[in-house]
C-alpha cells in the first residue's frame, strides 16, 4: 500500500479501515494518517463523514505513531457497524 492517503475526489480520501484501540472505543473519534488531514484540509477536531456502505461521522484525530505512514483510519464497533464497512 502506498504512504500517501489516496485521493479519490477532491475532499475525500480512501482508506483502510482497522479497529480503534479498546481505550477509545465509544468515543467517537476516527484516527486518520496526517497524510488524510493535508489532502482534507482539516486539523485535529474537525468532524469527518466516514463511508462505507453507508455514511456516519466521527471527530478526526492523528494517527498514533506506529499508524503514521499507513493509509489506515481506526474507528470503534459502533462506527465501523453505522458505515457497514466490511473490516
Known amino acids: 500500500a502506498d504512504a500517501d492517503a489516496a485521493?479519490?475526489?477532491?475532499?475525500?480520501?480512501?482508506?483502510?479501515?482497522?479497529?480503534?484501540?479498546q481505550e477509545e472505543s465509544g468515543r467517537g473519534i476516527a484516527r486518520l494518517p496526517r497524510t488524510a488531514f493535508q489532502a482534507l484540509g482539516i486539523t485535529e477536531g474537525d468532524v469527518v463523514e466516514i463511508e462505507g456502505k453507508r455514511v456516519t461521522a466521527a471527530i478526526a484525530f492523528a494517527s498514533h505513531d506506529e499508524d503514521e505512514g499507513l493509509s489506515v483510519?481506526?474507528?470503534?464497533?459502533?462506527?465501523?457497524?453505522?458505515?457497514?464497512?466490511s473490516s
Not at 7 to 21: I, S, W, Y
Not at 73 to 85: E, S
Request: aromatic share 0%; net charge positive.
Open 7 to 21: 485521493k479519490v475526489d477532491e475532499g475525500t480520501v480512501r482508506l483502510q479501515v482497522a479497529a480503534a484501540r
Open 73 to 85: 483510519v481506526r474507528i470503534d464497533g459502533l462506527q465501523r457497524a453505522n458505515a457497514q464497512t
